[in-house]
């Protein structure tokens, strides 16, 4: 089976940075996915890492260390709108292309 | 907008009653996900169709079934409701089965079972 945690809540601060950490345990990684979610809206992709590093896209950049278990997702300059859930999500090996999704982290921006 | 299309948009009916969701995935996507969002659960894998073929299944229950169609549009059929089964329910497509494979997901069909 796989096991994901992230932190339930977070704040920050417009204008900040944030990194929001997922640890994962599973047999068979086949990638990690994190997804923006707004309340009510469906989820939207944000990132894929499939090997260790770091990947930038844009104010978003998502790490992951495999031996670890671990990715972390951070968001730069951070804006009001940026206010969502964050879903980090595994793909394990012989699944299909399923996801396995933590139960994803609350950001509140404020001013 | 992803290009995931669901219907409808809202659903309320009563226990023991069955239903039926809607989805037509992006243009080019041969695979189509379902997901169950509940509040106390997070987004929960339901089942995977590949190109009309059954792919990988989650923790679906009995009373659901799925299926795609030759056009690549699938539907979610839920039986013998209960109160219980109200959440969002999403669908999502990507172009193949596995891989580096990105899901987009439609906008949901929140289903609320009275």
Not at chain 2, 23 to 39: A, E, F, T
Not at chain 2, 51 to 71: H, M, T, V
Not at chain 2, 102 to 113: D, I, K, S
Request: proline share 3%; charged share 15%.
């Amino acid at each position: 089976g796989q096991n994901i945690d992230q932190p339930t809540e977070m704040t920050a601060t417009e204008g900040a940075i944030v990194q929001i950490n997922c640890t994962y345990q599973t047999s068979g990684f086949n990638g990690l996915f994190w997804y923006q979610q707004h309340a009510g809206e469906a989820p939207t992709f944000l990132s894929y890492n499939v090997l260790d590093g770091l990947e930038e896209k844009g104010r978003f950049s998502s790490f992951l260390s495999r031996s670890k278990g671990y990715s972390y997702l951070l968001l730069k300059e951070l804006q009001m709108k940026d206010s969502a859930s964050y879903l980090c999500a595994v793909r394990a090996t012989g699944g299909g292309n399923k996801l396995t999704f933590g139960t994803g982290t609350q950001l509140k921006v404020e001013l | 907008d992803s290009g995931v299309t669901q219907t409808p948009k809202h659903l309320i009916t009563a226990t023991g009653q069955r239903v039926t969701l809607r989805c037509s995935p992006r243009s080019g996507d041969l695979s189509v996900y379902w997901y169950q969002q509940s509040l106390d659960q997070g987004l929960q894998f339901l089942i995977q169709y590949y190109n009309g073929e059954e792919r990988a299944k989650g923790n679906i229950l009995e009373r659901f079934s799925a299926q795609q169609f030759p056009d690549l549009h699938s539907e979610l059929n839920l039986s013998s409701l209960e109160l219980g089964d109200s959440a969002l329910y999403f669908c999502a497509s990507s172009v193949g089965a596995a891989g580096d494979e990105t899901q987009y997901f439609g906008p949901g069909t929140r289903l609320l079972v009275l």
